[in-house]
């Protein structure tokens, strides 16, 4: 007698794992105002160490993860998609930082949020990929929110600052849409090379010698988990649940990244990034439960097929 097991339980077990590591992996990368908030060394200093940080620790899991620490995944990173990857990640870490330092930490995070509707656009644009009415309404909208932060921003010495913050989520979104021309270009490889490559490019022009112990160890920890261990948790959690679960539970950082700065720092956005990123948030979280409506009907429908 062969006594089968129910499919389920392993999967919701899954699914527990997946959802514990995206949370956590959501709650590092919501410290990034909080690291920047604590540092009192330059922006050039800032991007230069955070960055090497970064690329030192991830170096540790690229030995486990993705095939392993192989000359085939690191000479991927020599190929055209890999150094467009590597460019985009160097320029996307060097406008993050110099957006956290020049405006809000609400405007970087509300504006970053609008990453997943630029990266369809992008998508149409260059993949001639079909976009989902819903999507272009979704995306229309968040960019509206994005006007209302930025305008407030004219004129109030941040401008700057919000424009970094939307050179990052293009960048950001065009580092979503390069796997998916180049299916061979792996995740780590890239990121830790534009660590390296982005501390080559800023130390220069940094100041060694603002680099007590305070910024070395709020460095160092910016690095290791807003950088690194943030990127990896969400890795291994994002493959144990549905993509549109992963992308609702990461949108709490919308949320927690200004908080933190408002809890222990009193940062207080302008009223209308309130306006703006409630239109934001509101889009964001909407369409991404319609995705997860959507993906667990389809996900019914072949069960009962299949049964």
């Known amino acids: 007698m062969t006594i089968q097991l129910p499919a389920r339980s392993f999967r919701t077990s899954e699914y527990e794992k997946g959802l514990v590591l995206v949370v956590a992996a959501t709650l590092a990368w919501s410290a990034s105002g909080v690291y920047t908030r604590l540092l009192t060394t330059d922006i050039w200093t800032a991007i230069a160490w955070r960055s090497l940080f970064g690329g030192l620790f991830l170096l540790i899991p690229s030995f486990f993860l993705e095939g392993g620490f192989s000359r085939r995944q690191w000479s991927s990173v020599f190929h055209p998609s890999g150094l467009a990857m590597i460019a985009c990640q160097t320029f996307s870490q060097a406008c993050f930082i110099g957006a956290l330092y020049m405006t809000t930490v609400a405007n970087v995070t509300m504006i970053y949020a609008t990453a997943p509707f630029m990266a369809a656009l992008f998508g149409w644009a260059i993949l001639k990929e079909r976009v989902p009415r819903r ?52 995740s780590l490889p890239p990121t830790i090379v ?91 979280v909407c369409h991404t439960v319609f995705d997860l409506r959507s993906s667990r009907s389809s996900l019914g429908k072949s069960w009962q097929n299949g049964n």
């Open 135 to 186: 999507t272009l309404v979704a995306g229309g909208v968040s960019l509206l929110g994005v006007a209302v932060i930025v305008a407030s921003s004219v004129g109030g010495g941040t401008g700057f600052g919000d424009l970094l913050a939307l050179g990052m989520t293009a960048s950001f979104a065009l580092i979503i849409i390069i796997p998916r021309i180049d299916r061979s270009v792996p």
């Open 194 to 284: 534009s660590g390296f490559l982005t501390f080559v490019i800023f130390a220069p022009f940094g100041s060694a010698g603002s680099l007590d112990a305070h910024n070395w160890l709020v460095l160092a920890a910016f690095g290791a988990t807003n950088f690194s261990l943030a990127l990896v948790l969400f890795l291994a959690g994002a493959k144990r649940m549905p993509p549109a679960d992963a992308a609702l539970i990461g949108a709490m950082e919308i949320v927690l990244t200004p908080f933190w700065v408002w809890l222990f720092f009193s940062e207080r956005p302008p009223v209308a990034t309130f306006f703006g990123g409630a239109i934001i948030f509101v889009t964001v």
